[in-house]
């Protein structure tokens, strides 16, 4: 056979083994062509007897045969066995069957991430009551009985027995906390030093509801007692947090300020996540926002749980919750995070 | 506090743009909250002269004035009343420009051309007054340059001053801050007047009977005063700092009080009966009007400044109405002293009542600085209202103390600031701040703490000084340190965050409801537990009125708001605290609870949506997620009994039990509390408690041997009456079987005509497996037979062959 003739062999096989309509038939093609006592063999014969440059030609055309034919069968047998076995087509782009879409609230987001970031720090997490005592959450925090934020127009008093409220001072009745700072106290009573850890929980402040205000809200305080921890362990540590939580270009600054608590106290900026510091609506064209207070705990407030002033310092620190989900996601009105609109809670799934 | 920066710069010299100060005094203590540019853009106005004036002819309110502007008359149209013929005025000629951008054109206003406009000073951007038109000195020549008149433009600074600082609640208190800072002098008006007539003392006398309350008292006398309006650089001062003025005598002490900070008051001498001042506690009951024109009444904790009668002043709050200052007023007695802060607190909140005194007495004036004040308000009264000064002064004082001395060990700055300060830096930053260094030595200093600076007590104090004048930003940040204390048990917050994520991996949506709420909003839902309800005495408001004793209420309100925002289809959890007051004990107390609420078509798929929702299809949902979650949290199978609640269907109510410990409620919601919010679909509720959710985090996990030998499973299938339970089927086959009866699950339930009225068909698969042999077919069959006996025996089923 020469180079023409296999080459139209090859064409022939190819369509017998397309038409066939059962696997059988396309087997009986593959045994015609390809099989021992088939076609192939022949020419592979043939090809012995081939001279000079007739000889190559064959050659190709031979192998050309082969590897063609031996295609066509494969793709035809595959093509039936699909066919039998698939039936219509199956759309995978239908919709899931198994339907639950949960989602955290932005203020237990905030918390929880704030808590794995300071658990990475070394902090323990400690919780405590909503209702608090003056003693835990004034008198203990070196905030003597005339400071207006004892005032009834700041905080929620819970009264004296059922009567309700006496006149001024309250130490007789309890009150809603104001911010957890009281379990930090709890903490330290039952806790000799060194102590670490962060107190996240809902505080209670008598304002008036508006787009920045909510008459409860949550805080998340920290509280390091240790020899010899200093302002600068205070800014290390926010310093990390503010990386952490709100991006590895933010940077902190300390402002002085007063809390009845600390001693020296500061309050702390965050150099904008939006603008890079260079001044956007967000942070009011200043390039920082105010996240925290924080300061060295006062001398005096060790002195009522106890620990010895001298031997023991330590930093603490307060934000809030609200406030940072609401810049960290953009979130314009804090009320937004009590309306519980599904639309709302669904954008962070 | 509002400060005009011209009127710092009487006491202190510095060279600094008001925004350079602004970041000076911020990052030193005193946060500058603005800076407000008073009189800028008034180039165009003018002083006009209102030459005469009549009544617009169709607008009462509106008068028709002849402004002369120093060149020609014009008529203009204005509805301000507070002027007569001849009075000067600021005038807006047209085309001039106001502050807030306004252009002035001629316009008719009520069908009469006006050309200009005489302008109050709110719409001079000089202050919110918006009473009638700015009027100047009748001797100003109309034409005049307005903002020459006035002393403008000016920078007026908005201070927070923190409560520890009273010290700076004053143009020379921040003067003072501002000369530290910038290492210049502080410089003081000369208080000096004269003298003449009688001794003071012969024409007042002055009892402290509480001097625990009353630290200083003293006491001028002035007489033969002119009463009438302060001079109007005086004005102009008191108006930048937000004060309006009144009339001479009392703009002094406003003036001396925003100057130095001591409050002062000037009672009418004709009119303080006896002349004779006792500072005392008020007897309970007593009565007095204040200033304000409220008759208030009195009781035993507040002190008043009485005369031979009655009170005529409210210690350090308010002045009495009685012997206020009168245009008549010839004769004044001048007080000024140092009430103490708690006490002058407890008053003004007892009565709702605030003033710039009592903000100033609250937060602690010092004693040492009433007869200086008393001497520059009387230079001033002489020099503003005529009349001459007594001679000397009543100055009772019980409450003198001596100087406090406070020490500053060097290491101690490092310790707590964790920086070097060198000793040279550190002495001259107190000696800056007026805090004198006595004796030095290598380990620390000692200082003379002056008088005015009442918060600098301890060491700490000290510290922060230097923190604050050194600098924070030269704090560093240390690296975090890795030392790890035995530290608190926090695993129950660990507990809470797994059970949340639980909770939202079974598909629900996690919401944060107030922990206030409204009593009707609970009287709504049935409840009987008012005795219980936890009612806060001061609420922000009556929708706010009570701590939560349930989490469900709010649930309920939370679905029926998402159903009115069209969301249908809901799955919520929340985990949050209820509160409640002990009816026995009265004792207050909380507990973490969790809701949940589900109504629609929650869970299902899409391509179900439209099939209706069931009583059934929404118990059993939530049924399956309780059932998981108290498996997972506290290893224990669910059960549940019949049970009622106030805001649930009859017999779709039970009660929660993991084991054999009550976890809470359960249940689909009232039909007709949900067709309030037009709910069409049933709605699942729960409330569980918390604790016992988060014994999965405390669960002993051990391994138990995989089995090894294979199961058999047979199937049977029963016919009962409907009041046979599922509950009481699979209790009766576990009675009946063997040991090797590893499983007992429904597969289908069947009713129909085949089966007969009020009965029902349930099918169960029964797994069977031993844990040392391979199980026969006909040991099976043989278990079979008893359970199949059982059933007919115990619950009369028929069992269903094949
Ligand atoms: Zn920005």
Redesign the pocket.
């Known amino acids: 056979m020469n180079a023409a003739e296999i080459d139209s062999l090859t064409a022939q096989a190819v369509a017998e083994a397309g038409a066939a309509g059962t696997a059988d038939a396309v087997e009986a093609v593959r045994i015609r062509y390809l099989g021992r006592k088939g076609l192939l063999p022949q020419i592979m014969a043939g090809l012995k007897d081939a001279t000079g440059q007739e000889r190559g030609a064959i050659g190709r055309s031979a192998n050309a045969f082969k590897t063609q034919v031996t295609a066509a069968v494969d793709a035809r047998l595959a093509a039936l066995r699909g066919a039998i076995q698939q039936g219509p087509v199956f759309d995978y782009t239908r919709p899931g069957a198994w339907r639950g879409p949960g989602s955290m609230h932005p203020v237990s987001l905030v918390i929880a991430e704030a808590v794995r970031i300071f658990a990475r720090m070394g902090f323990r997490v400690a919780e405590g009551p909503d209702i608090e005592t003056p003693y835990n959450n004034f008198e203990a925090l070196n905030t003597p009985d005339y400071h207006p934020s004892l005032d009834t127009t700041d905080t929620f008093w819970l009264g004296v027995g059922a009567a309700g409220l006496a006149a001024p001072p309250y130490q007789a009745s309890q009150l809603l906390r104001t911010q957890t700072s009281p379990v930090q106290i709890r903490m330290m009573q039952s806790h000799p030093p060194p102590i670490r850890i962060i107190t996240p929980g809902r505080c209670y402040r008598r304002d008036t509801t508006d787009a920045t205000h909510s008459a409860n809200f949550h805080q998340i305080e920290g509280l390091y007692v240790d020899r010899q921890v200093s302002l600068a362990d205070l800014k290390g540590t926010l310093a990390s947090f503010a990386r952490e939580m709100m991006g590895s270009g933010v940077g902190v600054r300390f402002r002085p300020h007063f809390f009845p608590f600390t001693e020296p106290s500061v309050e702390v900026d965050f150099s904008?996540?939006?603008?890079?510091?260079?001044?956007?609506?967000?942070?009011k064209?200043?390039?920082w926002?105010e996240i925290a207070g924080a300061g060295m705990v006062d001398p005096r407030v060790f002195g009522k749980v106890g620990y010895d002033a001298e031997a023991w310092t330590g930093f603490a620190f307060g934000m809030g919750v609200e406030r940072i989900a609401m810049i960290k996601y953009g979130i314009p009105d804090i009320r937004l995070l009590y309306e519980n609109d599904a639309r709302f809670l669904a954008q962070f799934e | 506090m509002k400060i005009p920066i011209s009127w710092l710069k009487e006491y202190v010299d510095f060279e600094a743009t008001p925004e350079e100060l602004a970041q000076r005094l911020t990052f030193s203590g005193v946060e500058v909250e603005g800076i407000h540019r008073i009189g800028e853009g008034l180039d165009g106005l003018i002083v006009g002269e209102i030459v005469r004036f009549e009544k617009h002819p169709d607008a009462d309110k509106l008068r028709l004035c002849v402004v002369h502007d120093g060149r020609m008359e014009l008529q203009v149209v204005c509805g301000a009343t507070n002027f007569s013929s001849g009075d000067k005025a600021a005038f807006a000629p047209i085309g001039a420009k106001l502050p807030n951008g306004m252009e002035i054109s001629k316009r008719k206003v009520r069908g009469i051309e006006s050309h200009g406009m005489l302008c109050a000073e709110d719409e001079l951007g000089v202050s919110q007054d918006h009473g009638g038109i700015l009027l100047v000195g009748r001797d100003v020549p109309a034409g005049t340059s307005l903002v020459d008149v006035l002393g403008l433009p000016e920078v007026v600074l908005e201070l927070e001053i923190t409560w520890n600082r009273s010290d700076c609640l004053s143009v020379i208190g921040m003067a003072r801050e501002v000369a530290a800072l910038y290492g210049t002098a502080l410089r003081l008006p000369d208080v000096a007047f004269p003298e003449s007539g009688a001794a003071v003392a012969e024409l007042a006398r002055v009892a402290i009977e509480a001097p625990e309350r009353c630290l200083r008292y003293t006491a001028r006398v002035l007489t033969g005063l002119k009463a009438g309006p302060s001079p109007a650089w005086m004005q102009r001062r008191l108006k930048l700092s937000g004060v309006r003025p009144i009339s001479n005598i009392v703009d002094v002490t406003n003036y001396v009080m925003l100057e130095c900070g001591q409050p002062l008051h000037a009672f009418d001498h004709a009119l303080v009966a006896g002349r004779q001042i006792i500072v005392r506690r008020a007897r309970a009951g007593e009565g007095m009007t204040t200033l304000d024109g409220v008759a208030r009444t009195l009781s035993d904790e507040m002190l008043v400044i009485a005369d031979g009668q009655k009170p005529v002043a409210l210690a350090g709050v308010m002045g009495g109405a009685g012997s206020e200052i009168r245009e008549a007023t010839q004769d004044v007695l001048l007080e000024s002293a140092s009430f103490d802060a708690p006490g002058t607190h407890r008053t003004s909140v007892a009565l709702g009542l605030a003033s710039e005194s009592s903000h100033r007495f609250e937060r602690g004036v010092d004693p040492e600085l009433a007869d200086w004040a008393s001497r520059r308000a009387a230079a001033l009264i002489v020099q503003t209202a005529g009349g001459a000064a007594a001679r000397g002064v009543v100055d009772v004082y019980p409450g003198k103390a001596a100087a406090r001395r406070v020490t500053c060990r060097f290491a101690r700055v490092r310790a707590l600031l964790g920086i070097d300060v060198a000793v040279e830096e550190i002495c001259r930053i107190f000696e800056a701040l007026e805090l004198h260094v006595e004796s030095r030595n290598a380990e620390g200093c000692t200082v003379r703490v002056p008088s005015f600076r009442r918060d600098v007590e301890i060491e700490a104090d000290l510290i922060e000084e230097i923190a604050r004048m050194h600098g924070l930003e030269q704090v560093p940040e240390a690296p975090i340190r890795a030392t790890m204390g035995a530290g608190v048990d926090d695993s129950r917050t660990w507990a809470m965050m797994r059970l949340r994520e639980r909770l939202i991996g079974l598909g629900l949506r996690e919401i944060l409801n107030y922990s206030f709420m409204a009593e009707k909003q609970l009287d709504r839902l049935g409840g009987d537990d008012a005795a219980r309800r936890l009612v806060l005495p001061n609420p922000v408001s009556s929708d706010y009125a009570i701590m939560r004793p349930t989490l469900l209420a709010q649930m309920v309100l939370t679905l029926g708001n998402n159903m009115s925002r069209q969301t249908a289809d809901a799955g919520f959890f929340e985990l949050g605290r209820v509160f409640w007051r002990d009816t026995a004990t009265g004792a207050l107390g909380e507990e973490d609870r969790l809701a949940i609420g589900m109504m629609g078509r929650v869970g299902r798929s899409q391509i179900e949506g439209r099939r209706a929702v069931t009583p059934e299809d929404t118990f059993l949902g939530l049924k399956g997620i309780l059932e998981i979650l108290c498996r997972a949290q506290t290893g224990q199978d669910l059960h549940m009994e019949p049970a009622e609640h106030g805001i649930m269907e009859p017999g779709w109510c039970v009660s929660i039990l993991a084991g054999t410990t009550r976890l809470g409620t359960a249940g689909l919601l009232r039909r007709a509390l949900r067709e309030e919010w037009r709910i069409s679909d049933p709605v699942g509720v729960a409330e569980l408690a918390v604790e016992p959710l988060l014994q999965a985090a405390a669960r002993k996990r051990s391994f138990e041997t995989i089995p090894a030998y294979p199961a058999i499973t047979h199937d049977v299938a029963l016919i009962v009456p409907e009041a046979v339970t599922h509950e009481a089927i699979v209790a009766t086959i576990r009675a009946a079987a063997p040991l090797e009866l590893t499983d007992v699950t429904l597969f289908d339930i069947f009713r129909g005509n085949t089966v007969g009225d009020g009965r029902k068909s349930l099918a169960y698969s029964l797994v069977y497996r031993s844990g040392d042999r391979t199980l026969t077919d006909d040991e099976a069959n043989r278990f079979d037979g008893a359970i199949r006996q059982a059933l007919k025996q115990h619950l009369h089923a028929e069992i269903r062959e094949g």
Not at chain 1, 272 to 283: D, N, P, S, T
Request: charged share 10%; hydrophobic share 25%.
């Open positions: 904008c996540h939006v603008c890079a510091g260079k001044g956007c609506r967000v942070c064209h200043s390039g926002i």
